[in-house]
């Protein structure tokens, strides 16, 4: 029962909300066009098809939502106060991503104090000064952003990879690091990164999408992606195709297989490894190093089989190391000679247990595991001689990067948590020992009042789903906190402890941050993926629920404080939310939104998702897909939650129309009277990927003010 103060309180703030939102302007209406498809005898009515072509009546009703999105929040008082919080929050934090070591030498992006947009940098050495390489801020045109690096062998030239704008189109460049001078070079469609240098640093290998010409079919876009050679001081013209579909006749290669090479100096042996979409287990390949100078004529021979359940591997000399989830639901690491035999002939390395592993790396001393258990992060090292011990961690919270170089012993590793910010450590494997890089200094934001509950919330079935809760110290269990609960749920991609300084903003609002650890993630292992796929997918949905109700039963929270939260394949989350429980959230923030589940599989991205969400082409797979697809299950005169769908113009992932139909198909259907925005992100891609600070904070400030605008706060409530 609800006291009789907070019963008035909630309708203070009820009506409070409604008489703010009764003088919003009204959004556009979308015209309503439907369009029936019939599926194994099901008949499926789609009023705004027509938003597919991404014609210009689309691009006019993008721009006119975002236009009465951005007067709406603008008319936000507390918004500019919050947004200037969240950008001081933001200068205060340097996070180091993708640290690399090369002969004393530390290569890393990193966004310091003031500027916009990730820089790579060197340091020589642990107490070395640092110098920018790259700096996206300074370049001409659109904003870009590097989407990755790869350095070379002896630590002299950086490949990188440029893209505009959120769209994920790189080109490769190169800068030589003693003179800080980016060279000619130029390989363009290098979407997929460099991955590796070849062992004299005279050429790199990159994985390239293919031109589509004038007229073709833009499904073709992520088809027939192949390894290419690029020779430094080269045309990228000259680029030759070295692993992948057509290059080898007598290697059959689907045209949905991504194949890249990996070489390195410490084998003479060249790996393929071919990858259909976004399935984890991949075909991997085997061939000498010296077969690569006439690729239509290597000799292949095939390792490591889909049915070997094998997501990751690495080589130390003739020997393979394989992370595989056959018979080994939480994986296990084996071990194969690549000289005389397969993954048929492997012994394990690491036994399956209780821990999840989640992935591997080869130093000149020994193979170096990184896993979870109960969510932690841990580290072991495995020698060569079969020694095993754990490494000690002087955090109790994730390992977000492990890197190793195949001539030096040891490990850096990045260690984060809910309340500690990320640093990179450095291995002494001699004194077993972890040292600060100093690469990145605390943050000065003080986390000390903040503290992180972890507890198994009973789902619907009786199974227990990780919770975690953070939030202030003295928080009070009476319901009145607003709270953000999130959930992504897809590929096996477990969402870790991780620290973000401007989540401090959230905090000082009396906000609650919340994660339920959904089933179709990877928090236990494939048998956690596999529990929330398919068939089972609605559970990943249900599983989200039950953690919201858990929360407001607990007294962290209610349903008029309720935010969900959750983006791309987590807005198969976020439609389930809203179609099965709306009363149980006040406001959803629904970021680049999978939506209509029925139609992704007319996209060039859909293609290769269809591995990890099946197909509308077979009975079970369109059973499976409309199950779970939102836009399909709006019931006109419910009172949905109010939502905020966002999207950005240049994703390549997720098209823009996937939140436009879900947005129109709300404004429609929804009888709650709560508003239902849709926020265009004109410089962005799919999320953050490729954005800069201004962006971050941007969005930040609008989804925080939306939430507590929806919350009844008096301070965000608009005044138009």
Request: net charge neutral.
């Amino acid at each position: 029962m609800v006291p009789k103060v907070a019963a008035l309180a909630a309708a203070a703030v009820l009506a409070g909300t409604a008489l703010a939102q009764a003088a919003l302007p009204p959004p556009p209406v979308a015209k309503r066009i439907p369009v029936t498809d019939t599926y194994f005898g099901t008949a499926v009515v789609d009023p705004y098809r027509w938003m597919e072509s991404g014609g210009p009546d689309l691009q006019a009703f993008l721009k006119a939502q975002n236009d009465r999105t951005r007067t709406i929040l603008d008319a936000i008082p507390g918004r500019a106060a919050l947004a200037a919080r969240l950008l001081e929050l933001s200068e205060t934090s340097n996070v180091s991503a993708d640290v690399v070591a090369r002969h004393g030498a530390y290569f890393y992006q990193k966004l310091p104090p003031g500027a916009n947009s990730m820089k790579l940098y060197v340091r020589s050495g642990i107490g070395g000064a640092e110098r920018v390489l790259v700096d996206p801020d300074k370049l001409p045109g659109p904003r870009q952003a590097i989407a990755f690096f790869s350095v070379s062998n002896d630590g002299a030239r950086v490949a990188y990879g440029l893209a505009a704008g959120g769209s994920e189109n790189a080109v490769v460049r190169v800068v030589d690091v003693a003179s800080g001078k980016t060279l000619p070079d130029a390989s363009d469609l290098a979407d997929f990164g460099v991955t590796s240098w070849a062992d004299d640093d005279k050429a790199f290998y990159y994985m390239k999408r293919q031109a589509i010409p004038p007229g073709g079919s833009p499904m073709a876009k992520y088809q027939n992606v192949r390894t290419y050679r690029h020779v430094v001081g080269q045309p990228g013209s000259a680029d030759v195709a070295v692993f992948g579909a057509g290059v080898d006749p007598n290697l059959e290669v689907p045209p949905s297989a991504f194949a890249s090479v990996g070489v390195s100096p410490e084998s003479p042996y060249v790996g393929g490894v071919l990858v259909n979409g976004v399935d984890p287990f991949v075909s991997v390949y085997a061939a000498p190093k010296s077969a690569l100078a006439n690729p239509a004529t290597i000799q292949w021979k095939l390792v490591i089989r889909p049915a070997d359940k094998v997501t990751n591997a690495a080589i130390h000399g003739s020997t393979v190391y394989a992370m595989t989830a056959k018979d080994a639901p939480r994986y296990k690491i084996v071990k194969f000679d690549v000289a005389t035999g397969s993954i048929a002939r492997a012994t394990d390395v690491v036994p399956a247990g209780t821990r999840v592993i989640d992935g591997l790396a080869t130093a000149s001393d020994a193979l170096y595991v990184a896993s979870r258990e109960d969510g932690l992060g841990r580290i072991t090292r495995v020698g060569y001689d079969g020694s095993t011990r754990d490494v000690p961690l002087p955090v109790n919270g994730s390992v977000t990067g492990l890197a190793t170089e195949y001539d030096r012993p040891g490990f850096l590793a990045q260690l984060t948590s809910w309340t500690a910010s990320p640093l990179w450590y450095a291995y002494d494997a001699q004194a077993n020992a972890l040292v600060d890089t100093k690469l990145d200094p605390p943050s000065p934001v003080d986390f000390s009042n903040i503290v992180a509950d972890e507890v198994k919330v009973p789902a619907s079935d009786g199974t227990p789903v990780p919770l975690s809760i953070v939030h202030r110290r003295d928080l009070k269990l009476d319901g009145s906190n607003p709270t953000v609960l999130y959930a992504y749920g897809a590929y096996a991609i477990p969402i870790s402890p991780g620290f973000s300084a401007a989540r401090m903003a959230w905090f000082e609002q009396g906000g609650v941050y919340a994660v339920c650890h959904v089933r179709g993630g990877g928090e236990y292992g494939e048998e956690w993926h596999l529990a929330g796929k398919d068939a089972n997918k609605v559970k990943t949905i249900s599983d989200f629920v039950d953690c919201a109700r858990w929360l407001e039963a607990k007294g962290y929270t209610s349903p008029a404080k309720l935010g969900a939260r959750g983006g791309s394949a987590g807005g198969i989350t976020m439609g389930g939310a809203i179609t099965t429980a709306p009363s149980v959230f006040a406001a959803v923030l629904d970021e680049v939104p999978v939506s209509d589940q029925l139609r992704i599989e007319t996209t060039p991205n859909g293609l290769p998702n269809v591995p990890e969400f099946g197909s509308v082409k077979t009975e079970q797979g369109f059973k499976n897909l409309y199950a779970t697809s939102a836009f399909h299950h709006l019931v006109k005169g419910t009172k949905y939650p109010a939502v905020m769908l966002t999207t950005g113009i240049n994703d390549p992932r997720v098209d823009p129309w996937q939140a436009a139909k879900m947005t129109a198909a709300l404004q429609y259907d929804s009888a709650s009277g709560k508003p239902v925005l849709l926020r265009v992100d004109y410089e962005g891609g799919h999320g953050l990927i490729g954005s800069g600070r201004a962006q971050a904070v941007a969005l930040n400030a609008d989804e925080y003010a939306f939430l507590l605008w929806q919350f009844g706060d008096p301070q965000f409530q608009p005044k138009l």
